[in-house]
């Protein structure tokens, strides 16, 4: 290949902080101060507190050595299928670091609160127009927390009906965390397979649907990058026999503007507004899952709800039918106003190309790299394309080797292993933010180490090469993690 992002690398080593500090530097100076000096409580703190002494320029080195060992989206490519990694505009970052807002108290009055109120009102209004749903609360804090709302939203439903259902249908292409959500409000996960084409059969939902099962949870599109197309007639199914259907919106990034979940036949649904909305994703948060619903589940939505009455905006608590609290406050109300951000920015014109870009850059990866990886399904796709290592398996190259390698020449592997219906499993999501010469740019990338596979394939197994840590033992970490750095 021509081109690589990097084959060398700069990586800094650093010491520790503790390693760095030497006694009687110091990197700030405190105001005079007008109280009295406490001394720390030896039995808390021990005889001698261990606080490295460190100047400014010790600090500032130390953090900046460490941002290189870090690969972000700001870095380069990123494509992890399922996660929508895609880039986040800095100009969100802008919005929600606004004195008025960042600053706000959870405690303060709703007189004092009518800017962050009418924020959060008006995001509920425009995620309401792209799902076609009737209601939303913002109160879920991540997209598992959704599902869990989701399941206690239906179990609510069908105890006020005096219905008394045991069972929730899972398909084997719908998001890991589904089944997990409805064992954890009580319901049976009925696993389904997908059928030839990556899609749930129509007759299997006939055949499971009873009287029973409280409804289906459906990723769409699932997490093989494949649309539902018998969504409407498996909603029937599941509303024949008084059941409801839930949507993973996680990979709404596929269809805005183009699909409106709640008018083909959906009743609950969640979004990840860190992902399809552009507010940053990973590293434990701060995330949000707000959760969508028609017309009959808003008696049972989380309280309290913003609501606009008499020209004022509200926190209505007096909900007799809610199923309660998921947050003690709105803690993750910066990510809200980074999507309220997003959202205002693009536009509906705009939402519906960056999903159409989307799914453009996945469908053309698919194509460039099918003869290269065997691909697991070859039809269209839509955000995402699931590949597998099937074609190098005769050189005992693995999923996990070519992922390895990838770090070698500058790049972030995709998800791996991952949907577990394909066996070695390469799930790539370029997401519509990448340009098509660093789309190239991996494709020529994994073409090179399909041909490595074939005529050297002890530099795949021994990789990476040129990170901060060469390929570490996986099992060993997984069973005996090293938490002291």
């Known amino acids: 290949m021509k081109e690589v992002i990097h084959n060398s690398g700069l990586v800094l080593d650093e010491k520790l902080l503790w390693e760095k500090g030497k006694k009687g530097r110091i990197g700030f100076s405190i105001p005079p101060q007008d109280v009295a000096v406490a001394e720390l409580d030896p039995e808390l703190v021990g005889e001698d507190p261990d606080f490295p002494d460190l100047s400014e ?28 990694m895609k880039y986040n505009p800095k100009t969100n970052e802008r919005q929600a670091s606004l004195a008025g807002l960042s600053e706000a108290h959870p405690f303060l009055p709703e007189s004092l609160s009518q800017g962050a109120l009418q924020i959060m009102y008006e995001l ?6 792209i799902t076609g ?3 939303v609360t913002l109160q879920p804090a991540a997209g598992a927390h959704g599902e869990m709302l989701g399941m206690l939203l239906i179990h609510a439903w069908h105890s006020k009906k005096g219905n008394s259902r045991s069972k929730i249908i899972v398909p084997d292409t719908a998001h890991g965390t589904n089944p997990a959500s409805a064992a954890l409000c009580g319901y049976k996960p009925i696993p389904v397979k997908s059928d030839e084409n990556g899609i749930i059969p129509v007759e299997t939902i006939r055949e499971l649907m009873d009287d029973e099962t409280a409804g289906i949870m459906i990723t769409n599109p699932n997490t093989l990058g494949l649309f539902e197309e018998n969504i409407q007639e498996i909603s029937e199914i599941v509303h024949a026999e008084d059941g409801l259907v839930y949507g993973d919106g996680a990979n709404m990034n596929a269809v805005m503007g183009i699909v409106k979940m709640g008018n083909i036949g959906v009743d609950i649904m969640h979004l990840n507004l860190h992902k399809t909305f552009s507010t940053p994703h990973g590293g434990g948060g701060p995330g949000a899952g707000p959760v969508a619903v028609k017309k009959d589940l808003i008696p049972f939505l989380p309280a309290p709800r913003v609501v606009f009455k008499n ?33 205002r920015q693009m536009g509906p014109d705009n939402l519906k190309k960056a999903s159409r870009l ?26 995402e394309c699931i590949f597998s290592d099937k074609n190098q398996a005769a050189h005992k190259i693995s999923t996990m080797d070519m992922a390895k390698r990838l770090l070698d020449y500058g790049i972030h592997p995709p998800t791996v292993y991952f949907p577990l219906v394909v066996h070695g499993a390469i799930m790539v999501e370029p997401t519509e933010t990448e340009s098509k010469e660093d789309i190239d740019l991996f494709i020529e ?25 060469r390929r570490l033992d996986e099992v060993e970490a997984a069973r005996h993690p090293c938490l002291t750095g």
């Not at 509920?124 to 127009?129: D, T």
């Not at 005529?455 to 795949?460: A, F, H, S």
């Open 445 to 469: 990338t994994f073409k090179t180490i399909a041909k490595e596979a074939e005529e050297n394939p002890d530099i795949l197994t021994s990789a990476p090469h040129v990170s901060k840590r």
């Open 124 to 129: 509920e209004q425009y995620l309401m127009e």
């Open 57 to 84: 320029v010790d600090v500032v080195r130390h953090f900046t050595r460490l941002s290189t060992w870090n690969f972000g989206v700001d870095t380069g490519m990123y494509p992890l299928g399922s996660c929508t």
């Open 358 to 383: 989307a799914v453009l850059n996945a469908n053309y990866i698919k194509e460039q790299l099918k003869d290269t990886l065997h691909l697991a399904y070859d039809r269209p796709c839509m955000h």
């Open 311 to 343: 020209g004022q905006y509200s926190l209505e608590k007096n909900l007799p039918d809610s199923v309660g609290r998921m947050t003690a406050f709105y803690g993750h109300f910066n990510v809200l106003i980074k999507a309220y951000s997003y959202i």
């Open 133 to 135: 749903m009737d209601a």
